[in-house]
């Protein structure tokens, strides 16, 4: 797949996003699918779909990577997320305590 952004073309090695929590088979297990794929990810140890580690990493690494699409691999890799954040937190500051007329 390639992404396009900007002036660059990017070849996505990963799957392509939406992710979403499946199940696998009658055990319950968690899993991790997109686009009806086989599983992307399943929980190492077969558990119950109650077992809330397991369940709530899943969310969280659906969460993530849904909301990081279009984002390439190495930014991410590279704190580009964060820096993001700072730099909105500092805008906001600034905002915050700019003179009111």
């Known amino acids: 797949m390639i992404e396009r952004g900007g002036n660059v073309d990017r070849v996505i090695a990963h799957t392509p996003e939406p ?3 499946g199940r696998v088979g009658a055990t319950g297990a968690v899993s991790i699918v997109a686009g009806g794929r086989p ?3 399943v929980t190492e140890v077969i558990q119950s779909c109650t077992d809330q580690p397991a369940l ?3 969310r969280r ?3 993530c990577v849904n909301a990081c699409a ?10 580009v997320v964060q820096a993001l954040i700072e730099a909105l937190e500092r805008i906001v500051i600034v905002g915050y305590n700019a003179p009111r007329n």
Request: glycine share 10%; charged share 25%.
């Open 61 to 63: 690494i659906v969460a």
């Open 70 to 79: 279009g984002i390439p691999t190495e930014e991410l890799e590279q704190g």
């Open 19 to 21: 992710w979403r929590i």
């Open 39 to 41: 599983p992307i990810l």
């Open 56 to 58: 709530e990493n899943a």
